[in-house]
């Protein structure tokens, strides 16, 4: 056999794969599965929700953090 006969297969058989490749991309999209199914975020670990209720804080406890971020950067900033 040659060279070109062997070339002209393996053009071919490639052309086949891509073909075979973008109808079963396209039924996948179609039929919404696999990488095209709709998002479902999961639920999250022992009812964890992030924006639940907020409760707010009092001036103490918004006086204490300050505080502790003012310490934090204060000593870092004399060494």
Do not use: C, H
């Amino acid at each position: 056999m040659s060279s070109k006969g062997i070339s002209v297969g393996i053009l071919i058989s490639i052309l086949v794969i891509i073909i075979v490749y973008v109808l079963v991309m396209f039924e996948l999209y179609r039929n919404q599965k696999f990488i095209f199914a709709p998002y479902v975020p999961p639920s999250p670990p022992n009812s964890f929700y992030p924006l639940g209720t907020i409760t707010p804080m009092t001036q103490e406890e918004i006086d204490r953090r300050n505080n502790i971020i003012y310490g934090s950067t204060n000593s870092s900033e004399t060494q």
